[in-house]
């Protein structure tokens, strides 16, 4: 091989092609890569929906398993025997309360730890250290997602109503 064959690098219209290439492949992928995020809080609120939506159906479907009908305390069967259900056997709390209409915050967050499994996310009444605050209105128990710093109106919840059993998101597209 000669010197020159050796010495030969690249070209500087060579390093600004491949530079441009790369430039053109960042503009295309970074907007992807953040809503590689927001797609993960999404589907991490529709998992939890649905694993409290499960947990109350179970509830329910104790409660008609063991042949009750009208208000019960601490049914039988289910998780750690302490859900305490409506007059139409949906679950409103761990605390001997059976009135959807006398919902708080304290209860909404009973419910949740009794109604998921162990590795839930965690909850708490209006606090900022957890996945979700709990809070409760009428006969509905509100979780707000808190992972993804959004602010309200926008932040995604999930809605239990303690008069239907229904579980709903809310901001969850």
Known sequence: MSAKQRNKGFTLIELVVVIAILAILAAFALPRFAQLSEEAHVSSVKATAGAMAAGVALAKAQWVANGLSGEQDDVQGFGNDNIDVSEDG????????????????????????????????????????????????????????????????????????????????????
């Open 90 to 173: 949906w679950p409103v709390s761990i605390s001997g309360a059976n009135n959807p209409a006398n919902i708080t915050a304290a209860m909404c967050v009973g419910l949740w730890e009794e109604l998921m499994q162990s590795n839930a996310p965690t909850v708490s009444a209006g606090g900022t250290d957890t996945d979700y605050s709990a809070a409760a209105t009428a006969t509905e128990c509100t979780y707000t997602y808190l992972l993804d710093g959004l602010q309200s109106p926008n932040q995604k919840q999930i809605v239990y109503n303690a008069s239907t059993g229904e579980v709903t998101t809310i901001n969850v597209n």
